[in-house]
């Protein structure tokens, strides 16, 4: 695998990165050695929990592409994708296109890296911005003016926290960034959420995850159970199929019965009524 060209300012080739190791788990080049070596690492705890994490992270990514589709195609013309991580195939913006014309994208991410090459992606895109913000701090990206001047808040909007409630390990400040993205809702406005659960996993299993997320530069991760992930949709209005594991996402099932003993990730849409 190919090494990035070059370094934004911040950015440590040693040290594993959740964004990067994300690419690696899809078979993305845009990752260090230490990425891959920590990547595999995980890969391998997700084996002896009995799960395949690259099927999960690709399928964590088909919940994202068919979640857009289904929200372009109901009308919604906006989205704010926090911790977009790096960009791939069927960005939210691509696939918002193909199904709504002028829908507009915000991306948001902490990592230098990934606002690099999201701003060298969408260099000529009027549609969709990059711009630096924490999961943790949803008012803070709401309120940014750049986000400001390119949505109209007062009109229906869908924020995706894809994959990222689970890099925020601490339960009050997860549980408050996801209560502040739903009191800043409208009605018609949409939360995507995915997270890390942790099913009947053992707890020296869960635990190993945890200790190589902590090497990297972020809070470190968090698996939770299906209340604790149901509880940040707070009051909002399900889409079918509900909260289930995210291979298993998909409006065209609505009526699956899922195995929630089993580890990996849960998946939902909410609507704020």
């Not at 913000?133 to 390119?150: E, F, K, N, T, Y």
Request: charged share 25%; glycine share 8%; hydrophobic share 45%.
């Amino acid at each position: 695998m190919s090494e990035l060209e070059y370094l934004p300012t911040g950015v440590d080739p040693h040290v594993p990165n959740p964004a990067r190791m994300y690419d690696y788990y899809l078979g993305g080049k845009d990752n260090f050695a230490a990425d891959r070596e920590a990547a595999e690492k995980m890969l391998e705890i997700g084996r002896r929990m009995g799960n395949d994490g690259r099927e999960i992270a690709r399928a964590n990514r088909a919940f994202l592409v068919r979640a857009v589709r289904l929200l372009a195609e109901s009308g919604i013309r906006q989205f704010v994708d926090i911790g977009s991580g790096l960009p791939t195939q069927d960005n939210v913006h691509q696939v918002a296109a193909r199904h709504a014309s002028g829908a507009r994208v915000v991306y948001v991410d902490n990592d230098p890296v990934v606002l690099a090459h999201a701003r060298a992606l969408l260099a000529r895109d009027l549609g969709a911005i990059a711009v630096r913000g924490d999961a943790a701090d949803p008012d803070a990206i709401l309120d940014d003016p750049m986000v400001r001047a390119h949505l109209d808040l007062s009109r229906p909007y869908a924020v995706l926290m894809v994959a990222v409630l689970h890099f925020l390990p601490d339960d009050e400040v997860a549980a408050r960034a996801a209560a502040r993205v739903r009191a800043r809702m409208i009605p018609g406005c949409h939360l995507v959420l995915s997270h890390l659960y942790t099913g009947d996993a053992a707890e020296d299993l869960v635990e190993a995850g945890q200790r190589v997320y902590e090497t990297a530069p972020s809070r470190g991760l968090a698996g939770r159970d299906r209340a604790q992930i149901a509880s940040f949709l707070g009051d909002l209005e399900l889409l079918p199929p509900g909260l289930v594991p995210v291979q298993s996402w998909d409006p065209a099932t609505p009526d699956v019965r899922p195995d929630y003993a089993q580890g990996g990730i849960l998946a939902a849409v909410a609507r704020h009524p």
